[in-house]
């Protein structure tokens, strides 16, 4: 039998994502600042945190969708 679809904490699940990702992307760009890294390596980690970005846009998104429900 397939597990009923409990969405009571998906609120509290996304803003602790939301929380985890600001955490790597904070943390990302500390290690930036601290350590030599080659231009490509810079690139990557930028592109990395652009990406992460635009999770927590997603996220706060469907953060919203959940309110009105």
């Known amino acids: 039998m397939a597990k009923p679809d409990n969405r009571q ?18 943390a990302a760009e500390e290690t930036m600042s601290n350590t030599h890294m080659s231009e490509e390596q810079r690139q990557k980690v ?4 652009e990406r992460r970005r635009n ?15």
Do not use: F, H, P
């Open 46 to 49: 930028e592109e990395k945190n």
């Open 9 to 26: 904490d998906n609120v509290q699940k996304l803003q602790e994502m939301i929380q985890n990702t600001i955490g790597n992307i904070e």
């Open 55 to 69: 999770s927590i846009e997603s996220m706060r998104s469907e953060i919203k969708d959940e309110a009105r429900k």
